[in-house]
């Protein structure tokens, strides 16, 4: 709601280039590779949301090298098999909002969604009140993913 109620606005540095200089329980980081990090989504469209984010200042993936995009879609095929086992979803949604146009919140840092998807998560809430509806608080979801994204060390 502080978010919602414009009390707690976005910092004017990428936020993307903060959150790693802050210890991983603040900022909700499950897992810090040598080129790009996981990160549950402040502001999820479901349990489980995290983001596969490099640690290069960059608004695409067509500038990351070679080694940075690897890490990145390994980072995200392990996103999938730790959501699998935390979660059991019946599917997910995978991809990258590149540019404001195409709904980037953060445009000038790319980054990859995980989001965990069931049959009929979506309902009157989000259409009809524009709500919605997460059972699980984020300090439950990072302390349930944490040490699965640990484990895989």
Known sequence: ?????????????????LKPQ???????????????????????????HVMVVPYAHV??????DA???RELMALTQLSLEVLREAYDPEGFNVGANI??????????HVHMHVVPRWAGDTNYMTTVGK??????WMDQVYERLKPLFERSR
Do not use: K
Request: charged share 25%; proline share 9%.
């Open 22 to 48: 802050e210890p991983d329980s603040e900022a909700h980081i499950v897992y810090r590779g040598e080129r790009c990090y996981i990160i549950l989504n402040r502001f999820p469209y479901n349990n489980g």
């Open 131 to 136: 709500t919605r509806v997460i059972p699980e």
């Open 99 to 108: 540019g404001a146009a195409a709904g980037a919140g953060v445009d000038q």
């Open 59 to 64: 608004a695409t993936l067509e500038e990351l």
């Open 67 to 69: 080694a940075t995009s």
């Open 1 to 17: 709601m502080p978010y919602l109620q414009g009390e707690d606005p976005l910092p004017d540095e990428c936020l993307f280039c």
